[in-house]
C-alpha cells in the first residue's frame, strides 16, 4: 500500500506540475491573444485612415484633373482667338497680318494708341496689368523711328503717356 500511496502521491505531483504548466501557458495565451487583439485593432484603424487618405487624394486627383482640362480648354479658346485675331477668316481664307486688327505694325513691332478722356485714363499700373491682360506690355521707345507721330499733344499710347515735345514721360 505504501507503493500505491507512493505512487499517487507522484502522480499527484505531476499532475499538479502539469496544471500549473498548463496555467501558466493558459496565461501566456491569453496574453499573446490580447496582444494581437490590439494589434488587429491597431492595423483595423491605420487601414480606416489609409482608405480616408486615399479617399482624399482621389477627390483631389479629380479636381486637378478637371481643373487642368478646363485649363487646357482656356488656353486653346485664347489660342484660337489669337488666330482670329492676327489671321482673320474672309469668306473661309485666313488673311494673317503681322499685327492685331486696329494696332500699327512699325518695324519689328506693333502698337495700339488709346486716345482716353481723361477721366477714363489709367494708372501706370492699371495700364500695365490691363496690357498684360492682351499678352502685350507698355510702350518702350528706344529710336525716333518708334516714335508713333499724333496731332493730339496728350495721347494714351499702348497705356503709356507720351509727351509731342521730344519729352517722354511715364505717370
Known amino acids: 500500500m505504501t507503493n500505491l500511496k507512493n505512487k499517487l502521491y507522484s502522480d499527484f505531483n505531476a499532475l499538479t506540475l502539469n496544471f500549473t504548466s498548463c496555467k501558466n501557458k493558459s496565461l501566456e ?19 480606416s485612415q489609409v482608405k480616408e487618405i486615399n479617399h482624399d487624394l482621389q477627390t483631389e486627383m479629380k479636381t486637378l484633373t478637371e481643373e487642368i482640362k478646363t485649363c ?13 485675331e492676327y489671321c482673320p477668316k474672309v469668306e473661309q481664307v485666313r488673311n494673317c497680318r503681322s499685327c492685331q486688327n486696329g494696332w500699327i505694325h512699325s518695324q519689328s513691332s506693333c502698337y495700339v494708341v488709346h486716345n482716353a478722356e481723361r477721366w477714363n485714363q489709367k494708372t501706370w499700373e492699371e495700364a500695365r496689368e490691363n496690357c498684360s491682360g ?8 528706344g529710336s525716333e523711328e518708334e516714335k508713333v507721330k499724333t496731332e493730339v499733344e496728350t495721347v494714351y499710347m499702348n497705356y503709356t503717356y507720351i509727351f509731342n515735345s521730344n519729352c517722354w514721360l511715364w505717370k
Open 29 to 47: 495565451f491569453d496574453i499573446q491573444v490580447q496582444n494581437l487583439t490590439q494589434q488587429q485593432n491597431n492595423l483595423m484603424a491605420e487601414n
Open 134 to 141: 492682351k499678352s502685350s506690355d507698355l510702350t518702350v521707345v
Open 72 to 84: 487646357k480648354e482656356q488656353k486653346l479658346s485664347q489660342a484660337l482667338q489669337i488666330i482670329d
